[in-house]
Nanobody
Framework: QVQLVESGGGLVQAGGSLRLSCVAS????????MGWFRQAPGKERECVFA????????VYANSVKGRFTISRDNDKNTVFLQMNSLKPEDTAVYYC??????????????????WGQGTQVTVSS
């Protein structure tokens, strides 16, 4: 059974930091491109960051450049999203997603095959 479980969301003041984690099971994690998406109320889901299986190739949204970083620990089947200098507009539900094995990272939602349940991030002004 495939599972992606996110954690680390919460309420933080503007300028603060959060670190999201996503643990994958039921998949060959070290062969998966992984992505972090977010969806704010009334908006479409957008890709924040994506990372290749090796961690070498990264895709990111310009809106988070210089503030967020993505990393992964293949020994722990975990991908992380470090979020610094958070802004109220970062408020959203954040989702972890996985592509099928041996795929490249992409910012296209429809190219991801597996999704977590999401974790809420709320940034107060």
């Amino acid at each position: 059974q495939v599972q992606l479980v996110e954690s680390g969301g919460g309420l933080v003041q503007a300028g603060g930091s959060l670190r999201l984690s996503c643990v994958a099971s039921g998949l060959p994690f070290s062969s998966l491109a992984m992505g972090w998406f977010r969806q704010a109320p009334g908006k479409e889901r957008e890709c924040v960051f994506a990372i290749s299986a090796s961690g070498v190739n990264i895709v990111y949204a310009n809106s988070v450049k210089g503030r967020f970083t993505i990393s992964r620990d293949n020994d722990k089947n975990t991908v992380f999203l470090q979020m610094n200098s958070l802004k109220p507009e970062d408020t959203a539900v954040y989702y972890c997603a996985a592509r099928r094995p041996y795929s490249f990272p992409t910012n296209r939602e429809d190219e991801y095959d597996y999704w977590g349940q999401g974790t809420q991030v709320t940034v107060s002004s």
